[in-house]
C-alpha cells in the first residue's frame, strides 16, 4: 500500500519538492506522442476553444458568402444548389459544432480549477469527448470535398430530406454526423455532472458553488436527456433514406410531424444548452468588473435550473405553423413567454449587480453589456413570435432569422467574447490589449446590429427565409445591402478580437495571478496554471473564496498535497465532505485511436459499405477492451 | 472561520486513505439516464405514430408466446445477478463469478429466441411492410443491441483478475450488473406496449 502524500508532523518538506514531484507526476512530454495521448483537461480545453473558433470562422464565411449573394436583387454569385447547401452547413457549423463546443472549451479548462480538483471526473473520456468532435467535424465536412453538403436547412425537415426529394450523400451525412457528435456531447456532459457532483473542494458546498457550475449542470443534465431525441430521429432519417423503413412516410402509416417532434423536442433544450453556460460566465465575470458579488446569487441559480427545466416544455413553438390543438398551442405558447420570466431575473440581477457595485469598463464588460442589450431585444422580439397569430405571420421569415441571430449570437458569441477577454489572461499567462479589445467590440456591435436588425424590417415585409434570391421592386433591396455591409463590418470586429488574442498572449503584460482581483478559485493560481492546478488542494470556507480572509490552501502538516500519483480529492454531492482519494487516470491515446474507430465505423455508414462499418464497430470494442483494463500499477495504489 | 473547514472533516487524509469508487458508478448511472431517454423517446414516437391508439397494429398483433418466455429469460438473469452482486459484497468472487456466466448465457439465450421470434414474424411484417413495422423492429432491434452489450459487459468483467469492488476499474461487477437490470426493465416496457397492450380488445 502506497501512501497518498501522508507525512507525519515532523516531516517538513519543502514546498518546491512539492513542485517538482506534482510536476513529474501530472507534467505530459512535449513530445508527439505526449500531444496525442494527453488527457490533461486544459490543454483539451484549449484544443475545444481553438478548434471551435475554426468551425465559427468557416462558418462565418458561409455567412459571407450567403449576405453578397443576397446583397443586390437577382444576383447570381451562388447557384441555388450551392446556397442551399451553405445557408445549412452555415447553421449546423455554428449551432453544432461552434456554440455548444466552445462552451465545452471553457467549460473542460475552467471547471475542474474553478472546484479545486485536478482534472475532470474522466479524464479519458474528456479526450474521447475532443477528438470525436473533432472528427465528427471533418467528417461532417467531408461532405462539402465531394460537393454533396447536407441541404435541407439545419432542421432538415422531412419529407424534403427523404431519399426521393434529397437523392445523394448530403443529407446522410447530416444525419451520421449528428449522430457521432451527440455521443462525443453525450460523454462530455456525463462528464461535467460527475465532477460537478464528485470532485469538488471539500467545503465548497452546493451554497458555495459559482453560477458558472449551476449552468454547466443544468446545461450537462438537458443534454443527457434532450440529445437522444436528436440521435433517434437522426437514426429514423437514415434508416428511411437507405433502408427502406416508412418513419416519415405518409402514404405507409408514418408521419412527417414526427420527424419535426422528435428534433423541437431536442432542439428547444439545446437552445438553453448554447445559452445557459454563456450566461453562467456573464454571471462569473459581471460581478468582478462591479466589484461586488452578484445580487440574488440563490435568484440567479435557480432561474437557471429552471430555464434548464421550462426548456422543455417549449419545442411545440417551433411548430405552431404546423395546425394542432388550440389546447396545446396555447399551452405552449404560455410556458415559451413563462421561460422569459427567469431569464429577467437573471437580467434583472446583473443590472442590479452593476447598479450597486462601481463598475470598471473593461473590454470584457464591454462584451457583457452588450450581451445584455442584444439579449433583451432577443428576448422581446422571441416574445413577439411566441403570440401565436403574429408567430403564423411572421415564421419562416427574416424575422425569425434575425431573432434567433439575436438570440445565438447576442447570448452566445457577445459573451464568449466577454470571457475570452476575462480568462485568456489566465489561459496565456499575458493580458489582452483593452483599447483593441474595446475597439474590437464597437466594430462587432455596430456590424452585428447593422447586419440584424434591418432582417426584422425586410421579415415583416415578407422575405421568406432560405431563399437564394429575389426580384427587385419588393422594398427589399435596400435593407439587404445594409446587412451584408452590417455583416463585413461584423467579421472585420471578429478578426480585430482574434488578432488581439493573438498577438497579446505573445507580447501581453504578464498577467500573474489575479489581475482582475477576482474571487473564484482559478485565480489563486499561476497564469498559465501549472498541469497540476494547485499544490494544496484547498478548502472553501465562502462563496468567494480569494475575496474573504480564510487561506485556502493553509495545509501545515501537507495532508492535501496527494503527490503519490495522479490523485485528487473525492467528496459528496451537497455538502462537499471529502469521502475519499481518487485515482486519475494516465496519458494514453486509447481515447483518440476509439474516436478514429467510431469514424471508420460512420464513414462505413455513410457510403454505405458494410464490412467497413463492421471494422470500425470490431475495433470500437477491441479500443474499449484494452481502454478499461486495469493497468498493473494502478493496482497496487 | 479558518479552521472550521479544516477540522471539520480530516479524517480522509489520515491512513490508510479511503479510494473512492463512486465516479464509474455516476457514469454508468447517467448512461443509463440518455438511454431511458431514448427508449422513452422511442415509446412517445410508437404512440405518436399509432394516432394515439395503442392497440395500434391493424394487422394482427405480435404473438405473446415467444415474448413471454424472454421476459422470464431476462427477469431470471437479472436475479441471478443481484444474487451475484450480494456474493461480491461478501468477497465471493467465485460464487459472483459463476453467476455471470450464468446470467450472460442466459442473455445469449435471449438473442436466439430473438433470433426465432424474428424469423417467424418476419413471415408476415418486415421493417419495410410499414411504419409500424419499422418501429416495432427498431425498438426491439435497440433492444436486442443492448442485451448484446450487455453480455460482452458481463464477460469483459468477468475476464477481470480481480472483482474486489475497490481495485480499479472500480465496481466493476456492480455497475455491469445495474446497466444489465436497466436492459431487463426496459424489455418489460416492450412486452408490455408492444405484445400485451395490442391485444387488449
Known amino acids: ?637 | 472561520m479558518n479552521t472550521e473547514v479544516v477540522e471539520r472533516h480530516p479524517a480522509i487524509f489520515h491512513l490508510p486513505p479511503v479510494i473512492d469508487t463512486r465516479r464509474g458508478t455516476g457514469g454508468m448511472m447517467l448512461v443509463i439516464v440518455s438511454e431511458a431517454s431514448m427508449f422513452l423517446i422511442l415509446f412517445v414516437s410508437y404512440w405518436f405514430l399509432s394516432n394515439g391508439d395503442l392497440r395500434w397494429p391493424s394487422q394482427e398483433p405480435p404473438k405473446l408466446g415467444l415474448a413471454l418466455l424472454m421476459l422470464l429469460v431476462l427477469g431470471s438473469s437479472s436475479v441471478i445477478l443481484s444474487w451475484g452482486e450480494r456474493q461480491i459484497q461478501h468477497a465471493r468472487q467465485r460464487a459472483a463469478r459463476w453467476a455471470g456466466v450464468l446470467a450472460a448465457a442466459l442473455g445469449s439465450m435471449f438473442l436466439v429466441l430473438q433470433a426465432f421470434e424474428y424469423r417467424d414474424h418476419l413471415k408476415t411484417l418486415t421493417p419495410r411492410t410499414n411504419a409500424y413495422g419499422s418501429l416495432f423492429y427498431t425498438i426491439t432491434a435497440i433492444h436486442g443491441l443492448h442485451v448484446l452489450t450487455g453480455i460482452l459487459l458481463l464477460i469483459y468483467v468477468l475476464l477481470l483478475p480481480d472483482l474486489d469492488p475497490a481495485k480499479p476499474p472500480h465496481r466493476p461487477y456492480y455497475n455491469a450488473s445495474m446497466f444489465w437490470h436497466f436492459v431487463d426493465v426496459v424489455w418489460i416496457f416492450i412486452v408490455a406496449i408492444l405484445y400485451v397492450v395490442p391485444h387488449l380488445r
Open chain 1, 1 to 637: 500500500m502506497v501512501q497518498l502524500g501522508i507525512y507525519p508532523v515532523v516531516e517538513k518538506t519543502a514546498e518546491s519538492e512539492f513542485v517538482h514531484r506534482l510536476n513529474q507526476i501530472w507534467e505530459t512530454p512535449h513530445t508527439f506522442w505526449g500531444r496525442i495521448s494527453t488527457v490533461d483537461h486544459k490543454v483539451i480545453g484549449c484544443r475545444y476553444l481553438v478548434t471551435a473558433m475554426i468551425f465559427m470562422a468557416v462558418g462565418g464565411l458561409e455567412a459571407l458568402a450567403m449576405r453578397l449573394q443576397l446583397s443586390r436583387a437577382n444576383q447570381s454569385l451562388l447557384t441555388p444548389e450551392a446556397y442551399n447547401q451553405i445557408f445549412t452547413m452555415h447553421g449546423i457549423t455554428m449551432i453544432f459544432w461552434y456554440a455548444s463546443p466552445i462552451l465545452s472549451g471553457f467549460g473542460n479548462y475552467l471547471v475542474p480549477l474553478l472546484i479545486g480538483a485536478r482534472d475532470m471526473a474522466f479524464p479519458r473520456v474528456n479526450a474521447f469527448s475532443y477528438w470525436s468532435f473533432l472528427l465528427s467535424g471533418m467528417f461532417l465536412y467531408s461532405s462539402a470535398v465531394i460537393g454533396q453538403a447536407p441541404h435541407g436547412g439545419w432542421f432538415a425537415y422531412t419529407p424534403y430530406t427523404d431519399s426521393i426529394y434529397s437523392p445523394g450523400y448530403g443529407m446522410d451525412f447530416y444525419a451520421l454526423a449528428l449522430i457521432f457528435l451527440t455521443i462525443s456531447t453525450t460523454a462530455g456532459a456525463i462528464n461535467f455532472i460527475v465532477t460537478i457532483f464528485g470532485l469538488r473542494a471539500p467545503g465548497m458546498d452546493l451554497s458555495r458553488m459559482p453560477l458558472i457550475l449551476y449552468s454547466t449542470l443544468t446545461t450537462s443534465f438537458a443534454i443527457v436527456v434532450s440529445l437522444p431525441a436528436l440521435t433517434v430521429a437522426c437514426l429514423f432519417l437514415e434508416l428511411d433514406r437507405r433502408w427502406g423503413t416508412h418513419f416519415f412516410a405518409i402514404d405507409r402509416g408514418g408521419n412527417p410531424l414526427l420527424w419535426q417532434q422528435l428534433f423541437w423536442f431536442f432542439g428547444h433544450p439545446w437552445v438553453y444548452v448554447v445559452f445557459l453556460p454563456a450566461t453562467g460566465m456573464i454571471s462569473m465575470l459581471l460581478p468582478v468588473f462591479a466589484r461586488r458579488p452578484i445580487v440574488g446569487y440563490n435568484f440567479v441559480a435557480v432561474s437557471t435550473v429552471m430555464t434548464g427545466l421550462i426548456g422543455f416544455s417549449v419545442w411545440i413553438h417551433h411548430m405552431f405553423a404546423v395546425g394542432m390543438s388550440h389546447m396545446s398551442m396555447t399551452f405552449f405558447s404560455a410556458a415559451s413567454m413563462t421561460i422569459s420570466v427567469f431569464t429577467a431575473i437573471q437580467v434583472f440581477a446583473w443590472i442590479a449587480t452593476l447598479i450597486k457595485g462601481r463598475p470598471i469598463f473593461t473590454a470584457s464588460l464591454h462584451f457583457a453589456l452588450g450581451f445584455i442589450a442584444l439579449l433583451v431585444v432577443g428576448g422581446l422580439n422571441g416574445i413577439i413570435t411566441a403570440v401565436i397569430p403574429v408567430d403564423w405571420q411572421l415564421t419562416d421569415t427574416y424575422f425569425v432569422v434575425a431573432h434567433l441571430h439575436y438570440v445565438l449570437v447576442g447570448a452566445n458569441v457577445f459573451p464568449v467574447f466577454a470571457a475570452f477577454y476575462y480568462w485568456l489572461p489566465k489561459i496565456t499567462g499575458r493580458r489582452m490589449n483593452e483599447t483593441l479589445g474595446k475597439l474590437g467590440f464597437w466594430i462587432m456591435f455596430v456590424g452585428f446590429n447593422l447586419a440584424f436588425f434591418p432582417m426584422h424590417m425586410v421579415g415583416l415585409l415578407g422575405m421568406p427565409r432560405r431563399v437564394y434570391t429575389y426580384p427587385p421592386g419588393l422594398g427589399w433591396e435596400g435593407l439587404n445591402a445594409t446587412s451584408t455591409v452590417g455583416a463585413m463590418i461584423l467579421g472585420l470586429g471578429i478578426l480585430v478580437s482574434c488578432w488581439n488574442f493573438l498577438a497579446s498572449s505573445r507580447r501581453g503584460v504578464p498577467a500573474g495571478r489575479n489581475p482582475w482581483r477576482a474571487d473564484t478559485l482559478e485565480w489563486a493560481l499561476e497564469s498559465p496554471p501549472a498541469p497540476y492546478g494547485t499544490v494544496h488542494i484547498p478548502t472553501v470556507a465562502s462563496l468567494h473564496p480569494l475575496w474573504d480572509d480564510y487561506d485556502e490552501e493553509l495545509d501545515p502538516h501537507n495532508e492535501r498535497v496527494l503527490d503519490r500519483g495522479r490523485l485528487t480529492v473525492a467528496s459528496t454531492w451537497r455538502e462537499a465532505k471529502p469521502v475519499g482519494i481518487s485515482k486519475m487516470p494516465e496519458d494514453t491515446s486509447s481515447p483518440l485511436l476509439l474516436a478514429i474507430s467510431l469514424a471508420v465505423l460512420f464513414s462505413g455508414l455513410v457510403l454505405p459499405r458494410l464490412d467497413i462499418a463492421s471494422a470500425g464497430a470490431l475495433a470500437t470494442f477491441a479500443v474499449m477492451a484494452v481502454w478499461l483494463w486495469p493497468h498493473p500499477e494502478e493496482v497496487h495504489t
